[in-house]
């Protein structure tokens, strides 16, 4: 019995069949399908230790500034550095830079103030464009894990931290 195809010398079979082709696209995209959701976890995580350790040193710089002058800075807009005069402001405590830049969960860093509310002083990010379950993630590592309560609270696009009652 006689092969219905015997290739030539001058013809050889070259390039991928639509199978071969089909079965590598399949293997990339579970690949994907697998990395995916695993950068994005390890993207999150950034960004709420960034955001954690941002509130630290600023919420450290207020309280150093506080002692230091025996006094808070008055309220400031969002992303605006406080400062009572020429003499007595934020600059130096932390980078400016910091305060001013959007932060790692969107929105800007604003200093409240009010020596006759409670609470009297604290850090709120305005704006913020995280989702509720980030933000209750950031709380769980800053607080009690529940956004209605401890010294880190808030709801939609504002939220607190709480440096004096």
Aim: aromatic share 12%.
């Amino acid at each position: 019995m006689k092969p219905c195809y015997t290739p030539t010398p001058g013809r050889l079979r070259r390039g991928f069949t639509l199978v071969e082709i089909m079965v590598s696209v399949t293997i990339l995209g579970i690949l994907i399908a697998i990395a995916v959701p695993t950068y994005r976890h390890f993207q999150r995580r950034a960004e709420n230790t960034t955001f954690v350790n941002n509130l630290r040193i600023f919420s450290q710089a207020f309280e150093t500034f506080a002692m230091k002058y025996g006094a808070w800075p008055p309220t400031a807009g969002p992303g605006v550095v406080p400062f009572i005069d020429s003499n007595r402001t934020m600059s130096g405590e932390f980078r400016d830079v910091d305060w001013m830049a959007p932060t790692s969960v969107g929105g800007n860093w604003q200093w409240n103030f009010s020596s006759s509310s409670h609470p009297r002083a604290y850090i709120s990010v305005v704006n913020v464009t995280a989702t509720t379950s980030q933000m209750t993630e950031i709380d769980a590592i800053l607080d009690d894990g529940i956004l209605t309560s401890g010294n880190f609270k808030g709801s939609g696009t504002t939220y607190t931290w709480v440096v004096q009652q």
